[in-house]
């Protein structure tokens, strides 16, 4: 176990600490002068394509594609990534998470748009994901599968295991959460839930998103908007800190890894999964008239 854990830390220091976060802020940065700013000339035009209709009676629309994608991007990373980054980081973290974020905008357009250019179609409906278009870019079978084999790694060790941990860890403030048996009955419940749900295919899963990902999203703006409007006496102080730290000198002089801005970036990033190359298997099966649509959606 500590040979495991000593690789991990070497891999997981060098891809998460340089590599990574060097590449996606490129590709970010990229993108979005190489579509000169797709996100902001092409903002208001998403709210007229996000609800195009299907062509196709059996096959996914726009909307419920961002559906399935969305359930994946909003939840452990904007909740306990944030707070975690605040924390470790400091305030001058957030201007950098909502930079990153504008950048990642540009990404995931981009990985949405290759992802529908290269899909496949089948008597199911639409699929498709980076592994299609890593393998006409590698012109081999090798990378693909080695991004596949990894991404179902990813799911399977990591993202899940971390979200159902952060789950059962929010109730574990409450009077009735006894640290012996709460686990285990909210680990049954979730394991039965997620159970009905993959096990009625892609359909089942598309209407379980589309019906509790807008409920969702519409209780963690409300949550957040009171718990700001109750401490609204706090909030011109809370800006004035951010900006004040933003650089965060003293941390990135004693070691740039623990400032401000990595945190940030590193937030950032997971929030949205820009360039994780996870949403776009969702955005592959909506069936929409041009694939830059389901890019801006």
């Not at 950048?103 to 994901?129: D, P």
């Not at 012109?139 to 693909?144: A, F, T």
Request: charged share 10%.
């Amino acid at each position: 176990m500590d040979l495991l854990d000593n690789f991990v830390t070497i891999v997981n220091n060098f891809l998460y600490g340089m590599l990574l976060i060097a590449m996606l802020l490129v590709c970010g940065l990229f993108f979005s002068v190489s579509t000169r700013f797709v996100q902001f000339r092409y903002f208001f035009e998403i709210f007229k394509v996000i609800f195009e209709k299907k062509s196709d009676m059996n096959g996914v629309s726009s909307f419920q594609a961002l559906m399935v994608s969305t359930a994946s991007r909003v939840g452990t990373g904007n909740i306990v990534g944030v707070s975690a980054a605040i924390c470790m980081g400091g305030y001058g973290a957030v201007p950098w998470m909502w930079l990153i974020a504008v950048l990642g905008m540009a990404s995931a357009f981009a990985e949405t748009v290759l992802a529908q250019i290269f899909k496949k179609s089948s008597q199911r409906g639409c699929y498709g994901g980076p592994a299609y278009y890593i393998e006409y870019l590698a012109g081999n079978r090798l990378v693909p599968l080695l991004f596949i084999f990894s991404l179902i790694a990813t799911f399977m060790v990591g993202f899940n295991m971390l979200a159902s941990y952060n789950l059962q860890d929010a109730f574990s403030g409450f009077d009735f959460y006894d640290r012996e048996t709460s686990p285990m009955y909210i680990g049954i419940i979730l394991t039965v839930t997620v159970g009905y749900v993959l096990l009625g295919g892609g359909h089942r899963i598309i209407k379980f998103t589309t019906f509790f990902v807008p409920l969702m999203g519409l209780a963690y703006i409300i949550i957040a908007a009171i718990v700001v409007l109750n401490h609204l006496d706090y909030v011109p102080a809370m800006f004035q800190r951010m900006l004040r730290d933003v650089t965060d000198l003293d941390a990135i002089l004693g070691g740039f890894t623990g400032s401000c801005i990595m945190y940030g970036i590193k937030r950032g990033l997971y929030s949205n999964e820009a360039g994780m190359g996870t949403a776009p298997n969702a955005a592959a099966c909506a069936d929409v008239s041009h694939p830059v649509k389901q890019g801006l959606v």
